[in-house]
């Protein structure tokens, strides 16, 4: 499996309206234009893809903003090939392999250590075998519950005093996507479109 680096892309409302959506230092100024405007509306800023609502530090000039809100390089995940794959593609010298192995305790009975100890490998083989395919058996659920989540920790902030929150919530964990449009049918286009994006859209 080979992860792709992206980097964070963030969105502004003005009130109930999208004033500008990409790169945090992109975002970032046009907030501060729009804090200038007169008659302006309050401004929340949200991570797309988890929904977390962003503070941001407007002082200085817009190089200084620019640099405030840009990460370092350093902060965006490498490209390159999951351990496991690694470890399987490569053939295996003398002593520990060099596969990033974090040592913690993990506690089991007597016959867990038995079976492990028996299967191919060896314990801590098994053990990485057995959770690999949990998180492979389980991705599609671990997915449903971070969309939930960040769409409700939209909604929340955005939502929270619009007709039809608490039934879109409902329908937002138990999955319906065609109650939960109903249900948010009479919100604002881009707030109803943007809950509707981090509900159905796999988290970044």
Not at 6 to 17: K, Q, R
Request: include cysteine.
């Amino acid at each position: 499996m080979t992860r792709t680096a992206s980097p964070l892309s963030y969105t502004a409302f003005e009130g109930h309206h999208i004033l500008a959506a990409g790169p945090l230092a992109e975002v970032a100024l046009a907030v501060k234009r729009a804090m200038n405007a007169p008659d302006r509306e309050a401004v929340l800023v949200f991570q797309d893809g988890t929904g977390q609502q962003t503070d941001l530090d407007l002082r200085g000039d817009d190089a200084q903003i620019v640099a405030r809100h840009t990460p370092p390089a350093a902060d965006l995940p490498p490209v390159e090939p999951d351990a496991m794959d690694t470890a399987d593609a490569q053939p295996r010298g003398r002593g520990r392999p060099k596969l990033g192995v974090v040592p913690r305790e993990v506690t089991l009975l007597p016959r867990h250590w038995d079976w492990l100890g028996a299967q191919p490998g060896g314990a801590s083989v098994a053990l990485r075998k057995l959770v690999e395919q949990a998180r492979r058996d389980n991705e599609a659920r671990d997915e449903q519950r971070l969309r939930q989540e960040a769409a409700y920790r939209f909604m929340s902030s955005m939502a929270g005093n619009l007709t039809g929150f608490e039934d879109a919530t409902r329908a937002l964990y138990a999955d319906d996507r065609e109650h939960f449009a109903q249900c948010i049918a009479t919100w604002p286009q881009d707030v109803r479109a943007y809950a509707m994006g981090l509900a159905w859209t796999a988290p970044d």
